[in-house]
């Protein structure tokens, strides 16, 4: 079974970085959509970032487009996100999620099977 693991968040004040990893196993992921989701208190859960674990695009929502990046490590089956410039805004429970998929990815939670346990960021300002 698909497992996926967070880690990395944390307390940082306003304008810093964090870097969260998801660790995934349980399967072969070369066509599996890999994204990253945050849900703030009393908000829904909302896409932040997503890649195809075999390549191509990178896709971003808008509010942290030029600020976050995607990236994977196939050699460890790690997805990241670097989360730079962060404003206090971004604090939320950011969550990995995985599924596979034909082509491009999905941009909602429902579009995803597979979930982490999420990690928490606050950022202070």
């Known amino acids: 079974q698909v497992q996926l693991v967070e880690s990395g968040g944390g307390l940082v004040q306003a304008g810093g970085s964090l870097r969260l990893s998801c660790a995934a196993s349980?399967?072969?992921?070369?066509?599996?959509?890999m994204g990253w989701f945050r849900q703030a208190p009393g908000k829904e859960r909302e896409f932040v970032a997503a890649?195809?674990?075999?390549?191509?695009?990178?896709y971003y929502a808008d509010s942290v487009k030029g600020r976050f990046t995607i990236s994977r490590d196939n050699a460890k089956n790690t997805v990241y996100l670097q989360m730079n410039s962060l404003k206090p805004e971004d604090t939320a429970k950011y969550y990995c999620?995985?599924?596979?998929?034909?082509?491009?990815?999905?941009?909602?939670?429902?579009?995803?099977?597979?979930w982490g346990q999420g990690t928490q960021v606050t950022v202070s300002s």
């Open positions: 999620a995985a599924t596979p998929r034909a082509y491009g990815v999905g941009m909602t939670p429902r579009s995803y099977d597979y």
């Open positions: 349980g399967r072969t992921f070369s066509n599996y959509a």
């Open positions: 890649l195809r674990w075999g390549g191509g695009r990178t």
